[in-house]
């Protein structure tokens, strides 16, 4: 089973950039999709994007479509969740995630969930 270690969360204004990283661990890392996951207080774990176990045909929520783009580095076993122009309702906990099946955007199809890594966008 593949474990997963977020990071690059942060305190960032309104407009500005961030870049998630999330780290794997595993051997079967390049056999699964993987996605990227939000969370705020109160509220189930919400969709943001997925990407195949090749790095293609890369899906997304609408909310964030057009400002953050989803990659992933078989080689170095990495996903990265590449977030520009923020808003204050993309404050949430980032969790990514491996995926049991390419298409859904369902958190109960993803399992090997990371620790999170807080993103605060505010002025």
């Known amino acids: 089973q593949v474990q997963l270690v977020e990071s690059g969360g942060g305190l960032v204004q309104p407009g500005g950039s961030l870049r998630l990283s999330c780290a794997a661990s595993g051997r079967t890392f390049s056999n699964y999709p993987m996605g990227w996951f939000r969370q705020t207080p109160g509220k189930e774990r919400d969709f943001v994007a997925a990407i195949n176990r090749n790095g293609g045909s890369p899906y997304y929520a609408d909310s964030v479509k057009g400002r953050f783009t989803i990659s992933r580095d078989n080689a170095k076993n990495t996903v990265s969740l590449q977030m520009n122009s923020l808003k204050p309702e993309d404050t949430a906990v980032y969790y990514c995630?491996?995926?049991?099946?390419?298409?859904?955007?369902?958190?109960?199809?993803?399992?090997?969930w990371g620790q999170g890594t807080q993103v605060i966008v505010s002025s």
């Open positions: 995630a491996q995926s049991r099946l390419y298409g859904s955007r369902r958190w109960t199809d993803f399992g090997s």
